[in-house]
Each structure stands twice: as structure tokens, then as C-alpha cells.
């Protein structure tokens, strides 16, 4: 069965997911289950089960939470139910052998669940029902998640409190509080030390183009409308990177975005060979060795922008409907680049507030994005 779409189990979530999560609610009390367990004696951890939907930079950002509890829990068996999109992500992490993709076949991994008891359980999302149905049915006496919908709330026998505000990935490490792990949140570099190659026809497609000379990385579309950057303020800040540092500019992102970046590539030629577009040609594996053989790299918030800030690149990341509070990373190696707009940010668990205007992306200039990289690239 091929993958489900995401808005088919969207809409099952909201119609079907409230009663699923109350008959189990019912089920629990009637069991006399349902009391707070005794702390858990790690030795006592054989079978964790990790639940995160949601996209790539969600992926990327629960990232060093695993790498937690890999260090917590060393003889136990961690398996994460995800969205098959990002079962790629944790290959780049050498993590494949963790992923359970419930967009494939839902009821494959429910039967997983019931046949399967764990010993631990994280429910990762934030909001929505079948994640917290998912951590239930998998056995686990200690079941932890976001109290933040009623509804769910009672399948967890441990809820943490979730920050509307809060930087996301220290929300994700707060789960991990109640095992004792008092870790800090880190995402910059997880991914320093990925086993990745860039396929030898595109490395050979860099040299040709660039000459071993620097080179950035822009990725100029991305999934959401809302927080894409005009294309002109694209290409005239690719004509910039070569006029100021002298680097040339490499476009990726996936098969959408090949008509937006060879755009881009048509408006910029600052001269020959200077500007190349590989948007579409490249999987997420070879994407990653390409951001990190770059000095730095250029985007919106997007799933790439966290995969970047992972791999250790430098990158400024442009802000507009996002919190860049909640998602950004600052430091001087990564920038955040925004305008302070009354209005941003509006977008909240992947919804935004209807806009016709834009003004929070297309308010930022070029010479606001190449002061940043300069900043940057100084460090």
C-alpha cells in the first residue's frame, strides 16, 4: 500500500482521532491503571517507542533528543514512528534502522503496536490525537507527552508542560525530564560527523562550475508559500555573494522548486559558471554533503535551513510568518535574518493566518541578507 496522504490522516485525526483517544481514556479507568508509575530503572528499559509526525525540520530538530536517550537508555531498542519522507533523515543521522513510517500502511503498524509491548514511550507531537493513541497501544507503563489537549491527556501517565513561545527543540528535550536526563538542547552540529557523499557527477559538476573556489548554498523556494523570498531578491543577492566574497551559488530543493531556482539562475549569470542549479537532482543524502561542503548557507525556514544548522554549516535563515524565537538558531555561525512586523509571527502547528501582502518576507532586502552572511563568514 502506498503512502497515505498527509491531509487523509489529518482529517481522521480530527474526526475519529477524539473518540479513539476517549475510549481508551474510559478503558484506562476502568482497568484501575491509570496512576503515575514509579520512576524507571533504565536497566529496566528494553523497547522505547518515540512517536514524531510532522516534517523534516521537526525531524532534524528531535534529532539530539534521540541521541539522548541512545546515551540513557544504551542496551535498549529505540524505534520511531515517523512520516516515511523522513525515514531519509535518519539514514543521514545512521539511524535508519529506528524508523516505523505510519503514512505507509497505518494498520501494519497499529497491529505492530498491539503485538509488541514497550517499555517507554514519547509522544513528540503537540497537539493531534492518533500519536497519543499510537503511544498507548504500545504497552509501555510509562507513556510521556505535551499536556496540551484534554482530550489526550489521559492515555499519558506523565505530561509535561508545553510553551507556545519556547525554543521547540528544548520543548522536545522537556520529555525527557521526567527520566532524570537534565541534558541542554543543542542542534548545532549533530549531524558534524554524518557518513555522506555528494554523488561523483555532481562534485565533478562543482568543480567544473566553481574551480574549488567557495560557494554558498541557497535554497529559494520551500514548501510553504508564506515564508518564500521573492526570486529578484534572489538573484540579485547571488550576483552580490559573487561581487562581495567572491563565491559562487549553488541552488537545491526538490522537484517543486526547479522551475523557481532555474529562474533565479536565468535572472542572476553574474558570468559564466558562477550560479548552478542542482534543485531537484539530488535526494536528501546528497543534498547534506553538498550544505556541507558549502561556507554557508542561505534560506528560509525550512527543513533544509535545520538540516544545515545540523550539519555545522554556517547559515542565515530569513524569517517571516515563523517564529524565529521558536525555530531559529543565533550564534557566530548562524544568523537569523527578519523584520519586525506587528502581525509575525502567524504561523502555529503548520497553520497560517490568510495574508495577501507578505510584507514580514518581502520586507527583507538583499543588502540585509548579505550583511548577515559577511557577519558570518568573519567568524
Known sequence: MGAWSTGILKTA??????????????IERLSGRDTVPEPLDPADVRRILVVRPGGLGDMIVLLPVLDVLRKKFPDATIRLVCEKRNIEVLRVAGMAELGIAYDTNPFRLLSHLVRTTYDLAIDTEQFHHFSAVFAFLSGARTRIGFKINPRRNPLYTHLVDYALDGREGDEFMKLTRPLGVDDEYEPAGILADARIELPMVFDAKLKNAFDDKPFAVIHPCGYTPQKRWPAD????????LHESHGMGTVLVGDKSDR????SIVEEAKPQQGDVLSLAGQLNLSGTAALIK??????????????????LGTRTVVLFGPSDHRKWG???LRHAVVRKDMPCA?????????PCRRRTCMTGISPADVLSKVGDVLAE
Do not use: N
Not at 475519529?16 to 474510559?26: I, R, V
Not at 531578491?233 to 552580490?240: G, H, I, K, N, P
Open 13 to 26: 485525526d480530527a474526526v475519529l482521532g477524539p473518540a479513539a483517544c476517549a475510549a481508551l481514556s474510559l
Open 233 to 240: 531578491a534572489f538573484a540579485c543577492l547571488v550576483r552580490d
Open 259 to 262: 522551475p523557481g531556482a532555474e
Open 293 to 310: 561542503k558549502a561556507g554557508v548557507f542561505i534560506g528560509p525556514d525550512s527543513g533544509l535551513a535545520h538540516l544545515a544548522t545540523a
Open 329 to 331: 538558531t543565533e550564534s
Open 345 to 353: 509571527p502567524c504561523f502555529i502547528f503548520g497553520y497560517h493566518k
